[in-house]
């Protein structure tokens, strides 16, 4: 089976506080994604890379930034942690040629307070 | 810009009713789409990925068609059961890009 694994669960930080999130995968996939979701506005591409330490900014990258420095992990980073980042951040990875279906993993709830 | 919309937001239904979730997509231009499942506070489960080529996916009592002239993909669920109680999510992925534009999704109770 596809494995997505995000570190954590759930993450309570403080304000102005800098948050790493995780994410391995375990099929040597191409593709690794970085969405936010918030009730009503469904959810959201923060960033996605597409090869290591390639990355590209999805359509609300502002206050994030990423790592890729294996294949199999790709890291979200909150620079300066602020209570409207409070959110659940899921992760997802594909092959590149997206004959199959994008993995995601069971994403991380974080409170910032 | 690609947008996706889903309809209903929300629908009950009671268990045994068979029912049809829909999406639609305004750019025709997409490679697949994607149905996933999410339970409430976790992560997504693909279920049906149909390429751009193909007009329907089956999986059990899941079917998935997509018309992409129109713009349109729908869900089909058969015999609904209470375990069906869930958010279904469409997800495009337009050509020419590597991402994925999700819907707001149907959340749906099967009622016992």
């Known amino acids: 089976d596809v494995k997505v694994t995000q570190s954590s669960r759930y993450l309570v930080k403080r304000t102005g506080e800098k948050v790493f999130l995780e994410c391995v995968q375990d099929m040597d996939h191409e593709n690794m994604f970085w969405y936010r979701q918030d009730p009503g506005l469904g959810l959201r591409l923060i960033y996605f890379?597409?090869?290591?330490?390639?990355?590209e900014k999805g359509d609300i990258p502002e206050g994030y930034s990423v790592s890729r420095e294996k294949k199999e992990r790709f890291s979200l980073i909150l620079e300066s942690a602020s209570t409207n980042q409070t959110s659940m951040y899921l992760c997802a990875s594909s092959i590149r040629n997206r004959a199959t279906e994008a993995f995601f993993g069971q994403g991380t709830r974080l409170t910032v307070v | 810009k690609q947008e996706v919309t889903q309809i209903p937001a929300a629908l009950s239904v009671p268990e045994g009713e068979n029912l049809v979730l829909n999406c639609s997509f305004t750019d025709s231009a997409i490679y697949n789409l994607q149905w996933f499942r999410q339970d409430p506070g976790k992560g997504l489960t693909s279920l049906l990925l149909?390429?751009?080529?193909?007009r329907e996916q089956t999986s059990g009592r899941l079917n998935a068609s997509l018309d992409k002239s129109s713009g349109r993909s729908t869900l089909y669920i058969a015999a609904s059961q209470p375990g069906d109680s869930a958010t279904y999510l469409c997800?495009?992925?337009?050509?020419?890009?590597?991402?994925?534009?999700f819907g707001t999704g149907t959340r749906l109770k099967v009622l016992a």
């Open positions: 149909i390429q751009s080529s193909q």
């Open positions: 890379s597409y090869d290591v330490k390639m990355k």
């Open positions: 997800a495009v992925d337009t050509s020419g890009t590597y991402k994925y534009i």
